[in-house]
């Protein structure tokens, strides 16, 4: 083992060595890397740098000279463990070779960026508590400037004696970059006060976590219990000595489907036949059929014997598969919205593996073949689903306010929303800010602690949906895509007001919602110039501070929101005399008209998508953002011209022009996934989180098939977790909720 140790020191002198010296000469180099990645007027005397021997006796005496200036004891003990290498007391030696070999070291890779050096996290636990003295795994990472200029993080993970965690350990931090910076600095130089650490650390059981765990045991419960009284219901019933029920639910297998969802959250087609309308909470007029109600119906154990029965998995299981449609329905957005996700799932899935990428430069390879940016510029699936909420909000809200307006519709279109929305919502924020580092054990779990102390911090932010404007710095929110749910529900609130208008005065409401959507788009263009911002987040340097002002906020995002709402009012005014003039046609009149629609809207995406790809390349290569006008026209036209595109794409669909697209986007199997897209949007991060945070070893962008496992291997446990989610808590809550609108029929 020692001479093994010995040989992983030699072995990463010559590696360093070879690769600073490589950095020199531009023609040796053997990537095609990007100018800023090496200075030659900083590096042409790296050949000269000499590197230490990395033998015992020369990290002896480098620690001895950091200690000069730090006695602590945390650099005694490490300088402890170094000179106790070739001691005859055989723990203390033992005790050095397991702590030096479960370090992280350079690897392989490095001219690939490879700046991740994991340490082997289980050989570390497994001398947390030796004899020799307690230990544990932590992680350092650390900025850096390779070459003087290109910035680069480093992370460490390995075993920290328990004084290294203790007392003023920013000294030793100081000392060590001291020391790595006078030997490396010309190469690579660490800069001081941007290290973070962290070790692992038991979960403890607060009152967050024990709150929690008693909101999931009782669901859990109630899940059992509803199970077994459906199953035995017959024998409860004798047993109690109740009649037979002649009765049955207002809604029924589209139960789950709402009026007012919005584009993920809807567990099927607009049709309103089947669904709940806060018009009958007014008037009492039910649109559902029949409801026979026995005069038993009122009883003790009737109405616990409903209660229990919504959280049946009979019942849920039962209406999740469901694949039976109604004439009217709008099925093409099924594919859409399932799609779509799938889109956001895989750019996430990229995005986040590039914390823990052993080759990020090869990203460079990827990022210049252009049908790699349907990956790195798929910021537009988000577009799709605001679009989508807003299409299906105004279609259905304008059916429903042709039959009646009540103050009591009013008051449930917002409350209905809301429980819905929130109850599965606040599920998925008890176990990821409070249980998830429960259930984790690896190197980097406790990065889950950050996520979580802003959960603990911030939950009331989420519950509110203001967390796109609270806090105030946009790496602090709690479950990071939720910012979507928050612009959501702040559009869905002021929707009425545009719908109303379109309904009651057509052209004023026509000219209210271009003026909106014209001001959102000027708000783009004045935030993208005053704050110099690229044309996008994936193209521009600043894109943490473009994320706060721009991305995620909704007078920026509203643009396709707004056209949805219009090209809903057009489908429900016109919907059927489109229809009706379109089955009249002859079908080279039908080909003849959808294609160069087709074609045209198909275009208008591929450029939204693509049109940045010289940018992103010069913005990847050279650190050159856009200018100003691409940037402010991106800005201004990108959401708006995919929203148009879309939308017409979908009254393509529904008025007969959408021959095998319309086929494929309504095939019925979509319906079933399609229940699960809001469930798969909350959920997809927290299965990458899970991945990463426990993963012993880095993650490589190449070859595609690796990525490719591991994209469909998160979606797959991203929709299981989300059917767990849709019969235990999503459907049952609509149950519930379905039985405040039983009327019983005079």
């Given at each position: 083992?020692?001479?093994?140790?010995?040989?992983?020191?030699?072995?990463?002198?010559?590696?360093?060595?070879?690769?600073?010296?490589?950095?020199?000469?531009?023609?040796?180099?053997?990537?095609?890397?990007?100018?800023?990645?090496?200075?030659?007027?900083?590096?042409?005397?790296?050949?000269?740098?000499?590197?230490?021997?990395?033998?015992?006796?020369?990290?002896?005496?480098?620690?001895?000279?950091?200690?000069?200036?730090?006695?602590?004891?945390?650099?005694?003990?490490?300088?402890?463990?170094?000179?106790?290498?070739?001691?005859?007391?055989?723990?203390?030696?033992?005790?050095?070779?397991?702590?030096?070999?479960?370090?992280?070291?350079?690897?392989?890779?490095?001219?690939?960026?490879?700046?991740?050096?994991?340490?082997?996290?289980?050989?570390?636990?497994?001398?947390?508590?030796?004899?020799?003295?307690?230990?544990?795994?932590?992680?350092?990472?650390?900025?850096?400037?390779?070459?003087?200029?290109?910035?680069?993080?480093?992370?460490?993970?390995?075993?920290?004696?328990?004084?290294?965690?203790?007392?003023?350990?920013?000294?030793?931090?100081?000392?060590?970059?001291?020391?790595?910076?006078?030997?490396?600095?010309?190469?690579?130089?660490?800069?001081?006060?941007?290290?973070?650490?962290?070790?692992?650390?038991?979960?403890?059981?607060?009152?967050?976590?024990?709150?929690?765990?008693?909101?999931?045991?009782?669901?859990?419960?109630?899940?059992?219990?509803?199970?077994?009284?459906?199953?035995?219901?017959?024998?409860?019933?004798?047993?109690?000595?109740?009649?037979?029920?002649?009765?049955?639910?207002?809604?029924?297998?589209?139960?789950?489907?709402?009026?007012?969802?919005?584009?993920?959250?809807?567990?099927?087609?607009?049709?309103?036949?089947?669904?709940?309308?806060?018009?009958?909470?007014?008037?009492?007029?039910?649109?559902?059929?029949?409801?026979?109600?026995?005069?038993?119906?009122?009883?003790?154990?009737?109405?616990?014997?409903?209660?229990?029965?919504?959280?049946?998995?009979?019942?849920?299981?039962?209406?999740?598969?469901?694949?039976?449609?109604?004439?009217?329905?709008?099925?093409?957005?099924?594919?859409?919205?399932?799609?779509?996700?799938?889109?956001?799932?895989?750019?996430?899935t990229y995005f986040l593996m590039s914390y823990f990428s052993a080759d990020p430069f090869y990203a460079m390879t990827l990022i210049k073949r252009r049908n790699f940016h349907l990956v790195y510029n798929g910021l537009p699936s988000v577009d799709s689903f605001f679009t989508l909420s807003g299409f299906l909000v105004a279609y259905l809200l304008l059916k429903q306010l042709k039959r009646g307006m009540n103050p009591l519709m009013w008051v449930a279109y917002y409350i209905h929303r809301y429980v819905r929305l929130t109850v599965r919502y606040v599920m998925v924020i008890l176990v990821e800010g409070f249980l998830y580092r429960l259930w984790m054990e690896g190197p980097f779990i406790n990065w889950a602690s950050t996520e979580e102390s802003f959960c603990k911090d911030y939950w009331w932010a989420n519950i509110l949906y203001v967390n796109n404007f609270f806090p105030k710095m946009a790496d602090k929110v709690c479950i990071g895509q939720s910012w979507y749910l928050s612009n959501d529900m702040q559009m869905y609130l002021i929707a009425p007001v545009f719908i109303v208008l379109l309904f009651k005065k057509p052209l004023g409401g026509m000219i209210t919602n271009v003026s909106a959507i014209i001001a959102s788009m000027i708000v783009s263009a004045v935030l993208t110039y005053h704050y110099n911002l690229g044309p996008s987040t994936v193209s521009d340097i600043n894109a943490g501070d473009e994320f706060y002002i721009l991305y995620n906020k909704p007078y920026v995002r509203i643009t396709p929101y707004l056209v949805g709402i219009i090209g809903g009012w057009i489908l429900w005014r016109y919907g059927q005399k489109m229809t009706g003039a379109v089955l009249r046609l002859a079908t080279w009149k039908k080909v003849l008209i959808a294609t160069p629609l087709w074609l045209a809207t198909a275009a208008i995406q591929y450029a939204v998508v693509f049109g940045l790809y010289d940018d992103i390349i010069h913005f990847v290569t050279e650190q050159k953002t856009a200018s100003m006008v691409d940037s402010i026209s991106y800005q201004m036209l990108a959401r708006f011209t995919w929203g148009t595109a879309l939308t017409v794409q979908i009254l393509l669909c529904q008025c007969g022009l959408g021959g095998f697209i319309n086929s494929l986007l309504s095939w019925k199997g979509w319906l079933v996934l399609a229940r699960l897209t809001y469930a798969v949007y909350l959920l997809h991060f927290g299965m990458l989180y899970f991945m990463l945070y426990e993963t012993r070893h880095a993650f490589y962008f190449t070859p595609d098939y690796n990525v490719a496992l591991i994209y469909l291997g998160i979606l797959m446990m991203s929709y299981l977790a989300a059917t767990v989610l849709f019969v235990t808590v999503e459907q049952p809550v609509a149950l519930l909720e379905s039985l405040g609108y039983r009327k019983p029929q005079k």
């Open positions: 083992l020692l001479y093994t140790i010995k040989f992983e020191l030699m072995l990463t002198r010559f590696l360093l060595t070879t690769c600073l010296v490589l950095l020199v000469d531009s023609q040796r180099f053997p990537v095609d890397l990007p100018k800023p990645w090496y200075d030659e007027g900083q590096l042409h005397n790296i050949s000269n740098l000499t590197l230490p021997d990395f033998d015992m006796e020369t990290l002896k005496k480098l620690l001895e000279e950091v200690m000069v200036g730090d006695q602590s004891p945390c650099m005694t003990k490490l300088y402890s463990l170094l000179t106790n290498f070739q001691s005859t007391d055989p723990v203390k030696a033992l005790e050095s070779l397991y702590f030096a070999d479960a370090a992280g070291k350079p690897g392989s890779g490095l001219l690939s960026g490879n700046s991740i050096m994991v340490g082997d996290y289980d050989q570390c636990m497994s001398m947390k508590n030796s004899s020799a003295g307690y230990y544990d795994s932590c992680v350092i990472t650390a900025s850096a400037l390779l070459g003087g200029r290109y910035p680069i993080i480093i992370q460490w993970s390995g075993c920290l004696p328990l004084e290294c965690r203790v007392g003023n350990a920013s000294d030793v931090e100081t000392e060590i970059y001291n020391l790595v910076n006078k030997y490396l600095g010309k190469a690579l130089y660490l800069i001081p006060g941007k290290a973070t650490r962290s070790c692992s650390a038991a979960m403890t059981w607060d009152v967050g976590a024990i709150i929690a765990a008693t909101v999931l045991s009782l669901f859990a419960l109630l899940v059992l219990i509803g199970t077994l009284w459906y199953c035995f219901e017959p024998v409860i019933k004798s047993f109690f000595k109740v009649p037979p029920e002649d009765t049955k639910l207002l809604v029924q297998n589209d139960e789950a489907e709402n009026l007012y969802e919005d584009a993920i959250t809807q567990n099927g087609g607009p049709d309103e036949s089947d669904q709940i309308k806060p018009a009958a909470v007014g008037n009492g007029v039910g649109k559902t059929g029949a409801v026979d109600v026995s005069p038993d119906d009122s009883s003790c154990s009737a109405r616990v014997g409903r209660f229990f029965k919504c959280f049946a998995l009979q019942k849920t299981l039962a209406m999740l598969t469901s694949t039976d449609t109604k004439p009217g329905q709008i099925l093409c957005i099924n594919g859409i919205r399932v799609l779509s996700i799938n889109w956001v799932v895989l750019g996430h």
